[in-house]
């Protein structure tokens, strides 16, 4: 992929203006992400959507979490037009579409911190070496009930299982889900009630990296529109309920070459993997504890990420134990060009766009070193004891947010990855969330200790 530029398509400019007329839009959402991946909009009357394609929208953005400082806090946005949609739950007589924005600077350049140029930049390196990544999330999430005021209560909607049918509740809340992503341009495949009690998965199609960024943070939003019409709340929470399995985005991923062929095959491996396929699986496993800040961003990621819940904690990999870090999946015979590698450890609180962009940079950094992929381990890692770990070479993740920011700062690929202005705004963001949380007395806290000491 190349890095955008400012000029458009005249048919697609062409084909959206007709789509804003025939729909009767009457707004549009300029729409961004800041560094922790919060959406952002910019609302146009329609009326000035040409002139926004044409010169673009300044903003401030000295307000932007991890964006600029005041003294320097002009920016304008470059609508991508391939985004266009409409929003399913703002029609009326108020249709309002959303388009997602490139972040400029105002001497012309692409403003580095903008996190889907992050992931842009990092994609230009890897098809400068022939590839094209591919991405497919799957984004778990809860549904709760609110209370008569309208608050959140901290109550699952159903007490269903994983795959239940009679028990599940909001089989139909996630119909309509459906129905709202497809109308937004997402091509939905599955959709399906989790392990956990009010837990949830809706999986879409599997597209290039910045694509799939694109319609994981749409699908963030887009769930708790529609969970809010029915007076419910989504949460992407990575552990919102203690004792019971936490919120995963476990991240599908493959490299094809820019003749459309998938570069992790090779039918004659046991395992059916390339070299390319196992040196970009080296990468993410050596440069794992560095990429954790950015694939599991929160200090609650850190109760997730524990034994015994089917969250990945030990630094492998492997075909069938769905303990290990990264997963060979399984594909049907005739089906090579489906092989691919999950990577298990990303929770949906992340910034999809900054989590890609390590990702692809730490299995890039694997290839150009050519680093070996150590034994796969299909044993259940959880009933290892120490002892075992060690002779088997098996480190951990951090076990905390502070940890896992230490291993950033130690990790220059990962630090590269984000480039200079996001690495720095990006820590002392999590630096600030990790000191609240650590100098904060919690009622776990209270209850324990307040009587006894």
């Known amino acids: 992929m190349t890095l955008p530029m400012t000029a458009h398509d005249p048919a697609l400019v062409a084909h959206v203006l007709k789509r804003v007329e025939q729909e009767r839009v009457r ?15 910019v609302t146009i009357p329609v009326e000035q959507l040409e002139d926004c394609i044409e010169h673009g929208k300044w903003f401030d953005g000295s307000s932007i979490e991890g964006f600029a400082r005041i003294a320097e806090s002009d920016m304008y946005l470059m609508p991508d037009l391939t985004t266009f949609a409409i929003l399913p739950w703002e029609r009326g007589p108020n249709t309002t579409a959303r388009i997602i924005c490139w972040v400029y600077n105002p001497n012309g350049e692409l403003f580095q911190g903008d996190p889907r140029a992050v992931l842009a930049r990092v994609m230009a390196e890897a098809r400068e070496m022939g590839f094209i990544y591919n991405t497919g999330p799957e984004l778990e999430f ?19 299982g994983y795959f239940d049918f009679s028990t599940d509740l909001a089989s139909h809340v996630r119909k309509e889900m459906i129905n709202a992503l497809q109308a937004m341009g997402i091509r939905v495949e599955t959709a399906h009630h989790e392990v ?107 109760k997730r990420l524990v034994p015994g819940y089917e969250a990945p904690v030990y630094i492998s990999w492997a075909r069938v134990n769905r303990s290990a870090l990264i ?26 766009y900054l989590a890609f962009a390590v990702m692809l940079k730490c299995g890039l950094d694997g290839i150009k070193r050519r680093l070996p ?3 796969p381990v299909e044993e259940n890692l959880y009933t290892f004891e120490a ?12 076990g905390s947010l502070g940890e896992a920011l ?48």
């Open 27 to 41: 707004f549009i959402n300029l729409q961004f992400t800041d560094v922790v991946g919060m959406v952002k909009s």
């Open 142 to 160: 809860f549904l709760f009930k609110r209370d008569g005021s309208g608050r959140i209560a901290p109550l699952p909607h159903d007490q269903a």
């Open 196 to 302: 956990a009690a009010g837990q949830h998965e809706i999986d879409f199609e599997y597209a290039d990296a910045l694509r799939s960024a694109d319609q994981a943070v749409t699908l963030r939003y887009t769930l708790k529109a529609i969970a809010q019409q029915h007076g419910l709340h989504a949460t992407f929470m990575p552990k919102p309920i203690y004792g019971i399995n936490g919120s995963g985005m476990h991240v599908h991923q493959s490299l094809f070459t820019l003749d459309g062929e998938n570069a992790f095959v090779d039918p004659n491996d046991e395992y059916g993997l390339s070299d390319i396929a196992k040196h970009f699986i080296a990468g993410q496993l050596y440069h794992a504890r560095g990429m954790c800040a950015v694939l599991a961003p929160l200090v609650n990621s850190y």
């Open 327 to 352: 997963r060979v999946p399984r594909v049907s015979p005739g089906k090579l060009k489906a092989t691919r590698v999950e990577l298990r450890c990303p929770d949906p609180s992340c910034n999809p």
């Open 373 to 375: 992929v150590p034994e």
């Open 387 to 398: 002892d075992d770990l060690a002779k088997r070479k098996i480190a951990t993740l951090p």
């Open 406 to 453: 230490a291993e950033l700062e130690r990790d220059e690929v990962v630090q590269e990855a984000l480039g200079p202005h996001v690495y720095e705004r990006f820590l002392e963001a999590k630096r600030m969330e990790w000191d609240s949380y650590r100098t904060y007395v919690s009622p776990w806290e209270l209850e324990r200790y307040l009587e006894e000491f």
